[in-house]
Structures are given as C-alpha cells and as structure tokens.
C-alpha cells in the first residue's frame, strides 16, 4: 500500500489532476492505446454507453466528454488482466478470502464458468451447459419458487433485464431485491405519491434555463463528474446554485474543465456553488420545510399553480406554519438568517430545479424527505415549465431502465397482467423481498438459493456480518458477474461464478453484433453497441445467459428463448407490448440519441389518485420524537457511509480520495476539529468506531481521524468498509433503504 497522506486539497476538482489520474489507471490496466480509443467511443450516439453513471449525454451533436471516473469505469472493463482456471488452481479460496477488495478487483476480468469445489476449496472450471443444469435442479428442488431470490445490479441492459424478470416470474415468484432498493428506492415510492411518477422530471436542456438550483446530498465531482460540466455553465451564466451538504465537497466548490485551454492553463478553474450550506446530516426535511416556510411567511407562492393543480395545500400550510423556526432551525442546523439568504433566491428565481442523490435517500425518513422537497418546488410551481423541476440523480448506468422493465419485488397488477397475456402464463401476483426482507430470509432458511445479475451483494449491503452469514447460509449462491469480488469469495453451500460479456463489448448472438438499451437519470432510452473483443471467448451476453437458464429450468415454458436472444430486437418487440411508453421501440430506440419516455408532469398532468399534484405534509415534531437515543454515557455522532474519489461502489480502484486530501488510506473517519478536541483527540489517531441500535451493538476497528470541514457532532468513512455498522433494521420507514448516512456512533482510542 502506498504511504498515507493527508493533505488539504486546494485545487479545482477536474483539470490536470483528472487527466493525470486518468492515464495512470489506463497504464495500470495496460491498456494506454487501447483505452484511449475505447473512451472516444464512450457516450457517442454510435458507442456504448458509458457504465460509470447515469448522467445523460447531451445532445448529438456535442464531442467526447472528458470525465476521469467515467475513464476508470471503462478502463476497468476494459483492461488487459485475466482470471484464468490457472489463478482459482493457484488460489483457494481460504486464501482469497484475506486479500482485500482492491485486490480481488485488480485481478481483471473473469473467463470461464467456474464451481466451488468444498473439497479442495478452490473453484474449478465447468462448462456453461453443465452449470445451467446445476442451477436448474436447485431451483426445480425448492419447496416454493419464493425460496428463490434474484437479485439485480443497475448495470443491467433493458434487454436482459426484461428477460430476466419474465424468466423470474414464469418461474413463479416476485423475489426481485436490486440495488435501487439500498440507492433511490425512496425517490420511487415518494415520488408518485406527490406527482405521479417515480422518475425525474428535467431533461437536460432544463439545466440551461434553470435560474436556481438546489443540490442536496450528491458529490458530482466523484459520482458524476460530467454534471460537473453542466453545473459550471449554469453558473457561467449566472444560475444561482445552492449546494446543501454537510461535507465541503470540492467538486461543488470549483471545477476546471479539461476541455477548456484556458481553464486548464491557469489552473484555477470555475466557481460551482454560489452559496455552500453545511447542514447537520439528516437535516434536509427541516431545510425544505424551512425554505416553504419563508416562501409561506415572506415570499409569494404560486397562487394559480397551486389552485389549478395541487392538491392538500391548506393542510401543509398549516404544517408548515405549526413548526416553530427554533425546531427547523435545531433540526437542519442552518440559521434563520440562512433561511432568509435562501428564501430570497429561491423566490427571485423564475425557474428552480432540485437535484438529489444518496445523502437524502439513505435516512430513515427519506421518503418525507423527498416529498417535503417536491412540496418546496410545488409551492412556486416549478414543475411543468422550462428550467424547472425534480432531478434524483441516479446511480448505476441503468438502474432506472431495469426498474422500467420490472425488476421490482412490488410489480403492479396491471403489468402483470399484461406479461401474462404476451408470454401465456399466469404471473404471481404476491410482493417479494426487497435487499433488506432478503437478508433476513436467507438468515432464518425461508431462501436457500441466491442468484445475482451483477453486483457484489455481500458488500454492498447493511450490517456485513448478518449479509455474510446469510450468503453462507444458502445452498447455493450463482453470480453473474465481469470481475472477481467479495461476494464469489462469501459463498453458498454450493457457488456458481458465470462470466458475462460488458457494455464495452461486442455481442454476437446468430453471427451478427446485436446492440442494448438503457435509460439514463432523465427518461432518455438510446442504443449501447459494444466495440471491443470480449476478455474471453467463453463468456456469454446476459441476455443468453438467462435465456438458457430458463430453457434449462421451465421446460414447460411457452416462451420462445432461444428465438429471443437471436435477435435483441425481438426481445424489443416484446418490451414494446408490454412496458407503457416503449411502442415502436425498435424504430425509435435506432434514431441517433434515441428518445424521451413521456412523463406526464412535464406537461403538467398528474397521474396521481387525486389527478392533482399532492402536497404531503410531515411534522417535524413527530419525527424528533421517535428518533433513536442510545443509551450510553458517550458522547454519539452521526456516522454518514460515502464513496471515496477512488471507487465504483464496493469495486476499490485504490486508496486516493484526492479531493478530500486523502492518499494511501481507506479506513479514515472524518471528524470536525473541534470535536476531536472536545473529545480528546488528534487527527491521525486510531479509533474504533461503534454503532448503537436497538438490537446491540456493532463494531468497525481501526480508522485514523482526519479533521475535515464537516458540522460538529457529524462524522463520515467510507462504504463498504463501515457497512459492518449499519444495521439491517435501520432503513427508511417506507422504502426500507438502509440508513447507510445516518448511523448513531461513539468512539474510543483504539
Ligand atoms: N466514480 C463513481 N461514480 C459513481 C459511483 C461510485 O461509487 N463511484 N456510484 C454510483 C451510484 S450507484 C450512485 S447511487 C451514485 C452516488 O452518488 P452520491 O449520491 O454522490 O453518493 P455518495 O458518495 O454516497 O455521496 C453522498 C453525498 O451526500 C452527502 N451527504 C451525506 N449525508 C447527507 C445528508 O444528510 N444531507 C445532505 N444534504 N448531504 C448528505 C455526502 O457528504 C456526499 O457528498 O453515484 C454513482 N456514480
Ligand atoms: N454503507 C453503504 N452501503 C451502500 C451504499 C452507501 O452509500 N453506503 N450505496 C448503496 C448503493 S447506492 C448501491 S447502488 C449499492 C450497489 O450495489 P451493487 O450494484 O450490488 O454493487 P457494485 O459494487 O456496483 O457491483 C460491482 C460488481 O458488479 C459486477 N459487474 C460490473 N459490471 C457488470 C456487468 O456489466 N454485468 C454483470 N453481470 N456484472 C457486472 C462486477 O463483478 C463488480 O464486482 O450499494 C449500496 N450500499
Ligand atoms: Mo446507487
């Protein structure tokens, strides 16, 4: 490992650095030429679609976007190294199981099928029909289908996923956890109930007409740096944007544009924020509830839009009105004087749009959270209009389209019953188990199977120790999956590792190269063409692999399969009967860019069961009372799980978060300063970290204390390393999202 350091990063977010960093991880995959080719070809109308985010692209005709962690992304799929039969014969898995995630990724791409042998403990080659025959008796051997699970990563293509959840359903059961369920599911289920819909309401071009904008709990700088681009010609043109997060995040602050000669020569790059609030974490309900109420007390709602097209607007004035400024004041940990600073913009503005991410979605009033700030854009009316609206910004590149096409463990009856009609069968219609009712029936033997479409489960999800022994518990855990990573190496009784082919590569299926669809973080549904050679010529598309799964388990099956994956535009004339809004696929999903899923709001129509936009009131009070106190004479921090500058969820590139200053080290724990005087401290000493929930507690061991710019009493790490603390019962009261950003901790000198 590398020498640690920590040191206050001053620099734009972008810029050389981005470059640098750039070609050191091309290098590192040995793949200099190759890549740089490859990256030309990303986000184009005729490339693949770039696997880092699920930012949009702009419009056709715009030139390649530099971005450093869309670079990382590729590169990694994209690199030279091999899994081999000869590394699982060299390893065992006993040895495997002490190397570190960073390790296991940078072993490179995997190559052929392999089974767990428990004599040897190690895992041995085995052929692709022979593996679909092991899984197949496993199924087919269940007591019920839902001792099943199926669980799904957002990389996932429309066209495999589509498949997938059809095969998952003839099968007979709706156990469909994803990774949605961990990442917006609250933004799904709160949305609708607000406006009618669980998606984002701009495109793109809004953020060029937007005069204000409010970010609240995203780093775009890491997670989606190409916003970045966008951000900094809002403000270039004098777009006010409010950036609410508890943690100075440099990506918001500044951003040299690689693409600009003059930004990049000088070296200083634009301002982002114009105003940067650093709230306590868990504090944006109050802060939306704040900013209503200024709009309420001291500004001019939307009179018209309200009157025309809202509904339960006297109640959540009321609300609103009821909540004494000293509580929304403790709550979000902003000051009323910031409330007017606030309030002004956001009423001067003509056009205002909201953007999300994880800092809002992994609380456990989330949903309130979300709808509270809809309330805040519906009270000046900025939905349905030119630069105004709500943004969730989303993570993995397609984890809004497979959500489209179904992977859902709550599917609705009417798309039910419109897959029953097309493929001849009768769906079942009970819920299945999201991320967190998985886990538990893994634990106590109700699942016994797991498979997993992508994704590293085992360390992506709340309280590691409960995941694990659940993984372990099952008698057989199937992964499909491009790199090595913790979740092969915490195996069922029986473990399958399927290899596939990635976005970047060419998939031919009947002699000819076939192409998939995503849908990114704004409704745009466009093409993806893989232009590589696969890492291995034995690794099959997802799409085969689920159609020859399905062959081997439902020999009943009226589906035509193998007739399917021939052509994916089959699958697509398929999806077209089935899914709302995608007829004519197929003509219109080949336009350059492809097109725009109708969303009802935008044109002001609101599917909801009022048929109105829903004010939905939440009292702050109510909320204070039931939060948790634990019972200790500590004091407690609230500990919030992020992402490091180097890492694509649980995939660990290295050890820099450069924008936060820190090199060479993961397990840090970042602490305001004077708190670790109160408490005795300094940076760069050890503490163990541990967690207080109702059921006990948890503990993480080992992680330095760096003094950051973050509220007092307000702590944050890096996922998945503190994922050990969250616990499985801690989630959104609605959504059941884990509480990965609000864990209640204390600390002591380890
Ligand atoms: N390079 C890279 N790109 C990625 C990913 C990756 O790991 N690496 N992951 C992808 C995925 S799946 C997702 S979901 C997205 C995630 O992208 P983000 O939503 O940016 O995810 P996090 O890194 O978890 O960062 C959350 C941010 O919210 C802030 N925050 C935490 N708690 C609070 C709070 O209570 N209130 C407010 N206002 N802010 C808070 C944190 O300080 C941090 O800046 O990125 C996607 N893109
Ligand atoms: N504490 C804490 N926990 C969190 C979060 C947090 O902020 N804090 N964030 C949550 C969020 S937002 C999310 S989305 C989840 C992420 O949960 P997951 O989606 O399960 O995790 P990833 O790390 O993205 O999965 C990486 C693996 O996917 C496989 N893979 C990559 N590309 C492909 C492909 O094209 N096809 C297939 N089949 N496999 C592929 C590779 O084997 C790689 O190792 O984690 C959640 N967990
Ligand atoms: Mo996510």
């Known amino acids: 490992m590398a020498d640690v350091k920590i040191k206050h990063y001053t620099q734009p977010a972008g810029g050389w650095g981005a470059l640098r960093a750039t070609l050191q991880h091309l290098r590192h995959e040995g793949i200099v030429a190759a890549g740089t080719a490859l990256l030309l070809k990303s986000n184009q109308a ?38 081999t039969r ?17 390790f296991l990724e940078d072993q490179g791409r995997l190559t052929e099928p392999m089974v767990y042998d428990p004599e040897s403990d190690h895992y041995r080659p ?94 775009p700088g890491t997670n ?53 609030y650093q709230p306590k974490i868990g504090g944006d309900l109050a802060i939306a509830l704040g900013i209503s109420r200024w709009i309420l007390e001291e500004g001019t709602p939307d009179a018209a839009f309200i009157a025309e097209h809202t509904h339960g607007f006297a109640a959540f004035r009321d609300s609103v009105l009821n909540t004494p400024w000293a509580q929304i004041e403790e709550m979000s940990g902003l000051s009323r004087a910031d409330f007017q600073e606030i309030g002004r913009i956001y ?26 700030l809809i309330n805040m854009l519906l009270l000046k009316g900025n939905m349905g209009k030119p630069g105004a609206g709500a943004a969730p910004i989303r993570g993995h590149s397609n984890v809004q389209g497979d959500r489209t096409m179904g992977i859902y463990e709550q599917p609705s009856p009417a798309f039910l019953h419109k897959l029953g009609a097309e493929f001849g069968f009768n769906p079942p219609q009970k819920h299945g188990f999201d991320v967190v009712a998985s886990i538990a029936a893994m634990l106590d033997g109700r699942a016994r199977v797991f498979f997993g479409m992508g994704g590293n489960f085992a360390n992506a999800t709340p309280d590691t120790a409960k995941a694990h022994a659940a993984l372990r518990q099952c ?89 399917l994956i021939a052509d994916y535009d089959r699958i697509r004339d398929r999806i077209a009967r089935v899914v709302d809004g995608f007829e004519d696929f197929n003509q219109r999903v080949h336009r350059p860019r492809g097109f725009h899923l109708h969303l009802p709001p935008r044109s002001r129509i609101w599917p909801t069961a009022t048929g109105k936009a829903n004010f939905l009131a939440h009292d702050l009070g109510a909320l204070r009372a039931e939060r948790f ?43 305001n300063a004077a708190d670790m005087q109160d408490m005795g401290f300094q940076a760069g000493d050890q503490v163990n970290i541990t967690s207080h929930w109702t059921d006990g507690e948890r503990q993480a061991m080992g992680f330095m204390l760096v003094a950051y710019d973050i509220p ?39």
Request: proline share 5%; aromatic share 8%; glycine share 8%.
């Open 86 to 102: 000869d590394f699982f014969a060299a390893h065992a898995v006993s040895y495997l199981a002490k190397q570190d995630d960073c």
């Open 126 to 219: 085995i052929g692709w029909e022979a593996a679909f025959a092991r899984i197949a008796e496993h199924l087919r051997g269940l007591a019920s289908p839902d001792e099943a699970i199926f669980y799904t990563s957002g990389r996932t293509s429309n066209e495999a996923a589509f498949l997938y959840q059809l095969f998952v359903r003839e099968f007979g059961t709706n156990n469909m956890p994803d990774c949605s369920n961990m990442c917006h599911e609250p933004t799904s289920l709160g949305m609708p109930e607000s406006i009618g819909i669980g998606k984002g309401t701009v495109t793109l071009e809004d953020f060029d007409h937007a005069d204000t904008l409010l970010l609240f709990g995203h780093n």
């Open 347 to 372: 009423e001067r503005g003509r056009s205002a749009i909201v953007t999300w991410g994880m800092g809002i979605t992994q609380h456990k009033h989330a949903v309130a959270t979300i709808q509270m």
């Open 46 to 83: 005729e490339g693949f679609d770039c696997p880092g985010c699920a930012w949009p692209e702009p419009d056709a005709h715009s030139t390649f976007e530099f971005c450093e962690n869309g670079a990382k992304a590729v590169a990694a799929e994209a690199t030279s190294k091999r899994v």
């Open 629 to 671: 106190a634990p019972q200790t004479d500590k004091r407690v921090f609230t500990l919030m799980s992020i992402r490091s500058h180097d890492q694509y969820n649980t995939t660990i590139y290295g050890f820099d978060d450069r924008y936060r200053g820190v090199s060479g080290i993961r397990k840090v724990c970042f602490m």
């Open 712 to 750: 007092q009493g307000c702590l944050a790490g890096y996922y998945p390393e503190l994922n050990v603390l969250v616990p499985l019962s801690s989630h959104d009261d609605r959504a059941h999202t884990p509480t990965s950003k609000s864990i209640a901790v204390t600390l002591a000198a380890a």
């Open 224 to 276: 989606h740096p190409r916003m970045l681009g966008t951000l900094r010609q809002a403000a270039k043109r004098g777009c006010q944007i409010l950036v609410f997060n508890p943690l100075r995040e440099r990506g918001l602050e500044r951003f040299a544009n690689p693409q600009d000669p003059v930004e990049m020569l000088t070296n200083h790059g634009a301002q982002i924020a114009s105003h940067y």
């Open 475 to 563: 008698d057989l855990t199937v992964h499909v999956t491009t790199k090595l990573n913790r979740s092969h190496i915490v195996h069922g009784k029986e473990a399958l590792i399927l290899p596939c082919l990635g976005r970047t590569e060419i998939d031919i299926q009947n002699g000819n190269p076939q192409g998939v669809t995503v849908e990114d973080s704004m409704s745009m549904v466009h093409i993806s063409q893989g232009m590589k050679e696969p890492a291995s010529p034995h690794l099959m598309s997802e799409c085969a692999i689920v159609a020859h799964l399905a062959v081997a388990t439902l020999p009943g099956s009226r589906t035509p399969w193998l007739d």
